[in-house]
């Protein structure tokens, strides 16, 4: 049953968003005040109408709403996105705060769609790893997308595809610089051939052999029923199955492969399928859901055929680029791995009810 809190008037939001009253702005608060009063997103869907998914895109853009009103954003901006456009918005999420107002300006001068919104924000993170920027461009979202038009036209060799570059990025573009590189690739057709992203290293655990069970260690003979006593309760959590103890950390058992054996240092961290996005080696879905990624801390050598772990505006990111970021590396990524497919849990529990 959902917590009562008497700070928050469960009740009221429900109505509220039932009603549909105020903006949707405040139907993203009322949805997470919901949810961290212990309503599932299932059951706000039955009380109110908006489904799991849509609470979590509202949710999300009203986060970056409250950001970009804190980092003082055009009137203009806050007027327009606080009555319409939370898809565009949502699309900001992976931004870095300080640049959030910037893109939704953007975004808005430039009408864009949520899916044109996507490739600006794709746009706006690359450019900002740059080591340097180009020469005579500035550090605006407008120059950020004119500079991945310009990019994109080079490896193109299709006439009409280098043309809806270069008008994109024509469009685009604040800075002399980035306007005369681009007219230049009106009369020189020379093409640059982008070097591919390699593959992701992405692993599912299949057979239960690669289920390592883990189990707290007692001692050494001779032992007392207080030793034995004294052992934790081992309650694995989530899909990876995590095992907690006292204090902030935890432990999770990885298959000895020989990828993470030969690493030094090696670390694992839980990621959303939304933070690997950016790289095309997998569909969307096979990305989708909870990931872990095994990263060796010791491996801090930029090479180009690999993905590594950057910092950035003090956010940890995984980064792929064909030049080494203007960023210290913090290691490198050695797999991602996928939770094992079980189409039923009670099943696997009672093999049995398999077998007949």
Known sequence: MPETNPAIDTEALIIKLRRKQGNWVEWGEACQHLQKAQFSPQQIFEDTGFEPIQQNQIIVAAQVFRSIEAEAAPASVLDHFGIRGSDVLYELRLLAQGDRAAAAELALKHNLEFEQTRDAVKAIKDYARLKQLPEGYDSSPGDAVAYQSWRLTRQKEDLQARSRLIARGLQF??????????????TDFTTVKARPAPRLPLFRLESEDELPLIVPVVGRMPLSKADLQSAPIVEPEGAFGLVKFSGNGAWVALPGWQVLM??????????????????PSYSDK????????AIDRDDRNWRDDGYFMVEEKQQLRIVWQETEPDLPILGRLLCVLRPKAILDENLAKDPWQIDE
Do not use: Y
């Open 173 to 186: 573009a604040t800075s002399d610089a980035a306007r005369q590189a681009l007219e230049k690739l009106l």
């Open 262 to 279: 030969s690493a030094a240092d090696v670390v694992a961290i839980l990621a959303d399928g939304e933070e690997l996005a950016d790289f």
């Open 286 to 293: 096979r990305l989708a859901g909870e990931l872990l990624m």
